[in-house]
C-alpha cells in the first residue's frame, strides 16, 4: 500500500520538461518534509531533492541544480517535482518519500523513509 500517488512521469526528449506530482493518501502533509529520490537501472537508490514543510530545498544530487525545483499546495495535498532541461541521465523512476514519525526531516538516505509512493518513470531520449 502507498501512502503517495504519483504521476506525471513518461518519454521526454533531451531538453525537455515534466512535472512530477506526489499526492498524499490518507494523511495530511503539511507539517511533513518530502524527500524525491530516483532509481536508474542498475543502479542505487539515490536521493534527488528534499522540499522542507516551510517549503524551502535541500539539493543532495548537484546534477539537477537550477534544473529541478520543488514546490508544494497543501491545499491539494500535493507537492510537485519541476524538471526542466532533461538530460538522459536523469532516466529513472522516481519516488517521493516521508518519515512519518518526524514531522520535517530531510535526509539523502532512502532507508531512513517508511512512507513512499508507488514511483513514476521518467524516460529522457530521442
Known amino acids: 500500500q502507498s501512502q503517495f500517488v504519483q504521476s506525471g512521469g513518461g518519454l521526454v526528449q533531451p531538453g525537455g520538461s515534466l512535472r512530477l506530482s506526489c499526492a498524499a493518501s490518507g494523511f495530511t502533509l503539511d507539517n511533513y518534509a518530502i524527500g524525491w529520490f530516483r532509481q536508474a537501472p542498475g543502479k542505487e537508490r539515490e536521493g534527488v531533492l528534499c522540499i522542507s514543510s516551510s517549503s524551502g530545498s535541500t539539493y543532495y544530487a548537484d546534477s539537477v541544480k537550477g534544473r529541478f525545483t520543488s514546490s508544494r499546495d497543501n491545499a491539494k495535498n500535493t507537492v510537485y517535482l519541476q524538471m526542466n532541461s532533461l538530460k538522459p541521465e536523469d532516466t529513472a523512476v522516481y519516488y517521493c518519500?516521508?518519515?512519518?514519525?518526524?514531522?520535517?526531516?530531510?535526509?539523502?538516505?532512502?532507508?531512513?523513509?517508511?512512507?513512499w509512493g508507488q514511483g513514476t518513470q521518467v524516460t529522457v531520449s530521442s
Open positions: 518519500a516521508t518519515d512519518s514519525l518526524f514531522p520535517d526531516y530531510c535526509s539523502d538516505s532512502y532507508y531512513r523513509y517508511d512512507y
